[in-house]
T-cell receptor, first 114, second 112 residues
Framework: DAGITQSPRHKVTETGTPVTLRCHQT?????MYWYRQDPGHGLRLIHY???????DKGEVSDGYSVSRSKTEDFLLTLESATSSQTSVYFCAISESDRGWDTQYFGPGTRLTVL | SQQGEEDPQALSIQEGENATMNCSYK?????LQWYRQNSGRGLVHLILIRSNEREKHSGRLRVTLDTSKKSSSLLITASRAADTASYFCATGEIQGAQKLVFGQGTRLTINP
């Protein structure tokens, strides 16, 4: 699993509350990614980072923000959670300096927004 | 938008048979990858094939890539119950940001 952990693993929250998910890697990989997985949609990229304080949007970034103040941590924040953000969230890293090479995934966070 | 489109969406076969899954994509790629996901778990990388390669093997896995048709296939030979999982293709696009675009996956069920 390339030393990737996600926290929390499960979370139930209410509509309108802010939520922060954490992805932590034990090595100094440059590229980190946040995806969401929903039935019928596969994995969709939310945001990614190519270095400390260097982030960019993916295809489903509305309602999400990210921060990367340290190489090992990549935080995903739902500023005001909505029911449509109920999903399983996966963090991933790329071991190479090319974001399109092999990615390694964390175990996922199951988020339910009531 | 999704780059890779897998076919079929679901496949059910008997243990010992071969399983073939297909992936089509739309743009120019650096590479194409296949991942497996067991229920409730994260994705696990299986194999990567670069755009200048046509075929690649890894154990019981065989991947082909046809860049002229923008398609790839994953063959699992002599399937086992443990192969039951969802399989996703992902493409590394040449243009734009360095990231992967995943398809929606094929759900493979191996019946004992």
């Amino acid at each position: 699993d390339a030393g990737i952990t996600q926290s929390p693993r499960h979370k139930v929250t209410e509509t309108g509350t802010p939520v922060t998910l954490r992805c932590h890697q034990t090595e100094n990989h440059r590229y980190m990614y946040w995806y969401r997985q929903d039935p019928g949609h596969g994995l969709r990229l939310i945001h990614y980072s190519y270095g400390v304080k260097d982030t960019d949007k993916g295809e489903v970034s509305d309602g999400y923000s990210v921060s990367r103040s340290k190489t090992e941590d990549f935080l995903l924040t739902l500023e005001s959670a909505t029911s449509s953000q109920t999903s399983v969230y996966f963090c991933a890293i790329s071991e190479s300096d090319r974001g399109w090479d092999t990615q390694y995934f964390g175990p996922g966070t199951r988020l339910t927004v009531l | 938008s999704q780059q890779g489109e897998e076919d079929p969406q679901a496949l059910s076969i008997q243990e010992g048979e071969n399983a073939t899954m297909n992936c089509s994509y739309k743009t120019s790629i650096n590479n194409l990858q296949w991942y497996r996901q067991n229920s409730g778990r994260g994705l696990v990388h299986l194999i990567l094939i670069r755009s200048n390669e046509r075929e690649k093997h890894s154990g019981r896995l065989r991947v082909t890539l046809d860049t002229s048709k923008k398609s790839s296939s994953l063959l699992i030979t002599a399937s086992r119950a443990a192969d039951t999982a969802s399989y996703f293709c992902a493409t590394g696009e040449i243009q734009g940001a360095q990231k992967l675009v995943f398809g929606q996956g094929t759900r493979l069920t191996i019946n004992p």
